[in-house]
């Protein structure tokens, strides 16, 4: 059996640790060291969004100024949030029949969490039925008190014309400038398209898509507003 002495790691060492039990742990809420590669992970994560997610309809809304990145994990994000995403699908989008799983460790993104919600979706498609069966992939991945993404794939399944392409977004959530929690949160929403077979129905399929999208981020932006106002006057 391996002795080793705790005064043998530097603190560098030392440090290194306590970053991966804190990106680990489920949620990773509560105090984080200050570490430059996280900050320039960050940096470099919402250089890339810009990147892989061209639209953008919400840039940088302000957050109520009391939030801070632990409160709304647990509001909107976590397995028992009190305004969870698919509650605002339900009240806001029209979906229904939910199911979600819960959050666990990603074994393709060190660090991350995944889960998946599938549920009964309105159709705007020509020829396709009125509803039908979506799925959400969804990671979070924190970056301490820097900030976090939530990443998420949905496809809709077993429609013709559909199968076609995948929307993809990416949800950032990071202190506002100054970093203290009396400044509040920024919220940035950007997505994009991203067709996996051909299909003559593309630009329609574009159109339509983007102005969904484009509703249902500006409609979350509204959602977090409203009920974060609510949870402050309580």
Known sequence: MAYFNVSYLTSNCILAILILFC??????IGEFPKDDSLSKAWNEIKESTKILFPECPVDGSKI?????LDTF?????????????PRFQEENLGDREFKVSKWVDDPKNVGAL????SYKHPVNVPMAPSSAVAEKTQTLKRFG??????????????VPKTDCFVV???ILVEPAVGGQPHEGLLLTARFGIRFIKYTIFRSIITATTTKEKNAEFKGFDEYVLKNLASFYTE
Do not use: M, P, W
């Open 23 to 28: 990106c680990n742990s489920q949620f990773a």
């Open 64 to 68: 109520a100024c009391a939030c801070d």
């Open 73 to 85: 994990i647990a509001k909107f994000i976590s397995d028992n949030a009190t305004h969870s995403i």
């Open 114 to 117: 995944t889960r998946v919600i």
């Open 145 to 158: 008190t820097y900030g976090f993404y939530l990443e998420t794939v949905t496809k809709v399944i077993g």
């Open 168 to 170: 993809e977004d990416r």
